[in-house]
């Protein structure tokens, strides 16, 4: 099971970064779309004579195409919210996991602030304000708006998780004996402490991309996500929505699927290497 969804997760990343290459159309060229195109069912409900596998869109789209740019955006989103999210949680859980006292005590509480709050509305308050802030803004602006809504929120898992690692770790002969011969407590959580506490993380990082992604496919979705110049798998589920009832079902089950195997994927390969590195969870 891990060995396959290894393999899956590495072939929709390999789409989504080669899309460019691997795509057989380049739904973003004006100049190649054709209006008679448009809405064509897949290839196979055509006894094979369309050249388009997945079909086609309103605007006569490729849709296997528009899946692989799609996919690129929303996998750079996830990626880019997540490392953002691991550095303010590592940082402020060594800090409040090894300081301890008051630090402790304040961070845990802005933790606590930030559970009570689903994440979700906290992802939508920070792009709704940065929509209308920023109404005109770049597609670049967007992004970092959009990863700010999705990081914010997640920093909190990351925080208690090595909080709760560096309390443990702390109090051991290695750290004890670098106190001893003046090493500065800075350099003892960045090179002592930080690396034995990085197991945990990774695996929450993992399973925290296919959230991120998710979470982007619902901004989306409502209209509060990447731009419709630069759609991503949300959007385009959005869009497919609004030909569901006339027909055009696989404008929302081919994108819809797609987000399924990158969450599902990242989910089981999270899992294994949860395993792997403590095998008494098994």
Not at 54 to 61: A, I, N
Not at 121 to 133: D, H, M, P
């Amino acid at each position: 099971m891990a060995i396959g969804a290894a393999v899956v997760a590495l072939i929709c990343l390999f789409m989504a970064v080669f899309a460019s290459i691997v795509a057989p159309h380049n739904p973003f060229d004006l100049a190649t779309l054709e209006l008679s195109d448009s809405l064509l069912p897949p290839a196979w409900m055509n006894g094979g004579t369309s050249k388009y596998l997945l079909g086609t869109d309103e605007q006569g789209r490729d849709v296997l195409s528009a899946l692989m740019y799609g996919a690129r955006i929303s996998l750079a989103i996830g990626g880019a919210s997540v490392i953002v999210s691991l550095l303010i949680g590592v940082s402020l859980g060594l800090l409040a996991g090894y300081a301890g006292g008051r630090i402790d005590a304040f961070i845990m509480r802005v933790c606590d602030v930030m559970l009570s709050f689903p994440s979700i509305l906290i992802a939508l308050l920070i792009a709704g304000v940065g929509r209308a802030l920023f109404p005109q803004a770049h597609d670049s602006l967007a992004f970092g708006v959009l990863i700010l809504a999705i990081a914010l929120p997640g920093w909190v898992q990351y925080a208690r998780t090595v909080r709760g690692s560096t309390m443990v770790e702390r109090n051991k002969e290695y750290v004890q004996a670098a106190r001893v011969v003046g090493v500065s407590p800075m350099r003892i959580m960045r090179t002592h402490v930080l690396p034995n506490v990085l197991g945990p993380v990774m695996v929450l990082a993992t399973i925290h991309v296919a959230t991120a992604i998710q979470t982007e496919a619902t901004l989306s979705f409502l209209g509060v996500g990447v731009s419709p110049t630069s759609p991503s798998l949300g959007t385009f589920i959005n869009e497919g929505n609004k030909q569901l009832f006339s027909g055009a079902w696989w404008l929302v089950i081919f994108p819809g699927s797609m987000l399924l195997l990158i969450a599902l994927s990242m989910n089981l390969f999270g899992d294994w290497l949860r395993d792997a590195l403590n095998p008494r969870l098994r």
